[in-house]
């Protein structure tokens, strides 16, 4: 196992690296001197010199990038154009209430697929099974802000059952079945297209399992049908359905982007999109740089947990 | 269902590097080379390889396959001749017409600013249009011609791969704000971010492609017999391609209208007064309550387009493999 992250690890670390280059060029490429623009139009070439100073833009470019990264491995992402304040600290509000979000959709999403993929890789009801089939197809090809906002129209202005947009007013903890009521919308919305996509994988490799001669074998010792699906069919399609958990849990950062920006959930992706529309590049930068390295932690436990349960991998990874 | 599957022994075969051969997004339809290439390449369907282009049209005039295409020929139909279906202009204010509801004279109703949400949504299909049959085609060509350099010359094969790596490891509603950074809103960020977005799927498509297929008898007895690289790769390793790449370029047609609206939507694509389904379904938000069908309609056009793609690259897919 130790050999196996030995190889793994540095290649997601010089991914990394490469990353935060191009991140740090994205903001050396924005047209306009940020000294001259913090420092105003009117502003003498001194006070202009000396904010250029303060923020390190007089140093060469290379020794900027290890100050800047330097700064970002201890925490210290620095001060926010816009709203002032240190962005470390508006990064940690927004970055649990995005964990919290994602995590209960990802959740939400395996109880999905582990209820809908062995009914809809055992079903022999043909109507059960177009149905599973159509709502599985739309539910893919619906794009997170068109169910978003179908959802919101549905069950806050034709059935006024939930509240429409934002957080829990006494914190996220207070009381958990208000948190509940706020969280069920987006989680639902940003789990959709991912339980359907692991239902639909689930099924097909549990349908290729039961093909497989031992799934006969065991029929004729008289296994019975449920264990041999739940028991055996299911543990040999784990490996590979935990790399596709992994892999649409790295997708669900960019629609949590989308589900923050219609619910008003104060989370990364709405820091993000107001940074943006105030142009406040650093705040830009620090979260850049955090999705990715996310994304890319989340690949890699995903491999680390594929090869714990099939040990194929890791021997392969050893040789 | 009969969409691509890796066997679970796949990734057993091709070891540690197996998560990173599966397509990113990991949608199911996603022909992946690996799971399908030693089926496409029975003798006989090598010698037949002439034949999958009517076989391929068929599979398009049934089931699935013919929904797909009637809905992505459908939505095209509107954008294209959206002059001719609607009596007013996507920026036009018509006068006395402030956020009416639904009705037979204005279908999706009238937004804030008088204009006709119909009109806007008509013509809003066109940005899609430019970006599914302009983007698309070009980030695929820039793919395709990684994943063969990389798959070729083995140098260059670890520099493709990471370049491949780091694009991946920017999900793409993030790389879109990365790229709005620095190219401001509008409609060439979207393009940047879609070709982008494309190159390492179709690279490693074609890359794993090359690998797998050049290993096979067939492309063997080629290069005994003295064939160039460059026939064997015109004449054996693209026909052979050709059906994943399809899947894979309808996909992408699919992803490419989801990033296009959802970049509208956030206000990091196409820029008012310019219509966009996204920047409608944006502005329609909220007046959820008053006026539905300013979103529920531009909602259903970009679905049916996304959905009609994503039918498309089924049928296609899961007729290889029967």
């Known amino acids: 196992m130790l050999r196996y992250l030995v190889r793994r690890v540095p290649s997601a670390v010089l991914v990394l690296f490469l990353a935060s280059v191009l991140i740090f060029a994205i903001i050396r490429l924005i047209p306009g001197d940020p000294a001259t623009s913090l420092a105003g139009s009117d502003a003498s070439p001194e006070a202009v010199a000396a904010i250029r100073h303060d923020l390190g833009l007089d140093q060469s470019v290379p020794s900027q990038y290890l100050s800047w990264i330097g700064n970002v491995l201890t925490l210290d992402f620095g001060q926010s154009y816009s709203v002032g304040g240190e962005i470390t600290s508006l990064v940690a509000d927004g970055f649990g209430n995005t964990v919290i979000l994602t995590l209960s959709a990802l959740l939400l999403a395996i109880l999905i697929a582990a209820v809908v993929g062995p009914i809809w890789a055992t079903t022999r009801n043909h109507w059960l099974e177009s149905a599973i089939t159509v709502v599985n197809t739309i539910s893919v090809a619906l794009p997170t802000f068109v169910s978003g906002v179908l959802l919101v129209l549905l069950l806050t202005v034709i059935f006024p059952v939930l509240p429409s947009a934002g957080i829990p007013p006494d914190g996220m903890f207070a009381r958990l079945d208000i948190t509940a009521q706020y969280l069920v919308l987006p989680a639902l919305c940003l789990a959709l297209p991912v339980s359907a996509v692991l239902s639909r994988f689930l099924a097909e490799t549990l349908r290729t399992e039961l093909r497989q001669p031992y799934v006969l074998t065991a029929t004729a010792l008289g296994v019975p049908r449920r264990r041999l699906l739940l028991r055996y069919a299911m543990r040999n399609a784990l490996p590979t359905t935990v790399t596709v958990i992994g892999l649409q849990a790295g997708s669900l950062l960019g629609g949590a982007v989308l589900v923050e920006a219609i619910f008003a959930w104060p989370g990364i992706g709405q820091l993000i999109e107001q940074a943006i529309g105030r142009r406040d590049y650093p705040v830009v930068q620090v979260l850049l740089l955090l999705s990715v390295f996310i994304f890319v932690v989340i690949q890699l436990l995903t491999d680390v947990v594929h090869a714990l349960l099939d040990p194929r991998v890791r021997i392969g990874g050893a040789q | ?322």
């Open chain 2, 1 to 322: 269902m009969t969409d691509t599957v890796q066997t679970p022994t796949r990734p057993a075969a091709d070891a540690p590097t197996a998560p990173e051969q599966q397509l990113p997004t990991a949608t199911p339809a996603a022909a992946t080379p690996a799971a399908a290439g030693p089926a496409s390449v029975t003798p006989a369907e090598d010698v037949a390889a002439v034949a999958t282009a009517p076989r391929r049209r068929r599979v398009l005039l049934h089931g699935r396959g013919l929904f797909g295409l009637l809905l992505v020929g459908g939505i095209l139909l509107l954008g294209l001749f959206a002059p001719l279906l609607t009596p007013y202009g996507p920026t036009e204010q018509i006068p006395g017409a402030n956020l009416l509801p639904a009705s037979g004279r204005h279908l999706f109703g009238t937004d804030e600013v008088n204009r006709d949400v119909l009109t806007r949504a008509l013509y809003g299909i066109r940005v899609d249009v430019l970006v599914v049959f302009v983007a698309v085609p070009l980030g695929a060509l820039l793919g395709t011609a990684a994943g063969t350099l990389a798959a070729l010359i083995r140098p260059a094969d670890v520099a493709v791969q990471r370049i491949f790596d780091v694009i991946l490891a920017f999900p793409p509603i993030i790389l879109a704000i990365g790229v709005t950074a620095i190219l401001g809103a509008g409609i060439t960020p979207i393009f940047v971010v879609v070709v982008a977005v494309e190159i390492p799927y179709f690279g490693r498509l074609l890359r794993s492609s090359i690998l797998t297929l050049r290993e096979l008898p067939f492309v063997e007895a080629a290069e005994a017999i003295g064939a160039s690289r460059w026939w064997i790769l015109r004449r054996h390793i693209l026909p052979n391609s050709a059906e994943p790449l399809f899947v894979q370029l309808a996909l992408s047609m699919s992803i490419a209208v989801f990033l296009e609206s959802a970049m509208s939507f956030l206000g990091i694509g196409v820029r008012p007064p310019e219509p966009s389904l996204g920047t409608i379904i944006a502005d329609a938000v909220s007046d959820l309550d008053t006026a539905p069908m300013q979103a529920v309609g531009p909602l259903l056009l970009v679905t049916g387009f996304v959905l009609g793609f994503q039918l498309i690259a089924q049928a296609v897919g899961a007729r290889r493999r029967i």
